[in-house]
């Protein structure tokens, strides 16, 4: 699976977007990009995934640039129960092992 | 709609002793992964299993770690005779799947003494 690279943290104010970076430049035309979080003592929450289209669910956007190189998680209006750890992830979409790196810590601030 | 559920989600062991873990997942989902997340640490994945078969182990110890996910009950990660470096949490995905994406439930953490 490709390695995606991840700012350490962030910083985003309550009621503003938060626009989480990450790249993959080694990824194959076969892997999906997928975000995960994880909120201190909770499990990874499954968040969005994607191949080359950008994506849209209740939770968050992804938009994935045309050479696949790199992408964006835009939560459009984070709140102070957005603070977590996000993953992004490049992976076969079947049936293999997520590989987590060390994620972006995401502080939300009121 | 229950999510992934881990039982126990505290669970303390006495080296040398056996722990057992236990994941139902979620409805209508075959396939199940297992991770660990050591202190400070990363999740790195263990196994992943669909109805009685093992499809990838590569991620488990060679030794005194098993899992199992029969036809009927929840997947068991066991660990016999376990040693201080076990101690860590131990989380449970599923999917409805195998191209679908994994749901996680919140884990057990497991400290040994």
């Known amino acids: 699976d490709a390695k995606t690279t991840q700012p350490t943290s962030m910083d985003c104010a309550e009621g503003r977007a938060a626009n989480l970076p990450c790249n993959h430049s080694?990824?194959?035309?076969?892997?999906?990009v997928y975000w995960y979080r994880q909120i201190h003592s909770q499990g990874p929450q499954y968040i969005i995934h994607g191949l080359k289209n950008n994506e849209t669910n209740e939770m968050a956007s992804l938009i994935i640039t045309e050479d696949r190189k790199s992408s964006t998680l835009i939560l459009p209006h984070a709140t102070l129960r957005d603070t977590a750890v996000y993953y992004c992830?490049?992976?076969?979409?079947?049936?293999?092992?997520?590989?987590f790196g060390k994620g972006t810590t995401l502080s939300v601030s009121s | 709609n229950a999510g992934v559920m881990q039982n126990p989600r505290h669970l303390v062991r006495r080296r040398g002793q056996e722990a057992r873990l236990r994941c139902s997942p979620m409805?209508?989902?075959?396939?199940v992964y297992w991770y660990r997340q050591l202190p400070e640490e990363g999740l790195k994945f263990m196994v992943y299993?669909?109805?009685?078969?093992?499809?990838?182990e590569s991620g488990m110890p060679k030794e005194r770690f098993s899992a199992e996910f029969p036809k009927e009950g929840p997947s068991i990660l066991r660990i016999q005779q376990v040693v201080r470096g076990d101690s860590a949490a131990y989380f449970c995905?599923?999917?409805?799947?195998?191209?679908?994406?994994?749901?996680f439930g919140d884990g057990t953490r497991l400290s040994i003494l």
């Open positions: 995905a599923s999917s409805q799947d195998y191209d679908q994406p994994q749901h």
């Open positions: 080694t990824i194959s035309g076969n892997e999906y």
């Open positions: 299993l669909q109805k009685e078969n093992i499809i990838d």
């Open positions: 992830i490049a992976s076969r979409q079947a049936g293999t092992a997520l590989i």
């Open positions: 409805k209508g989902h075959s396939h």
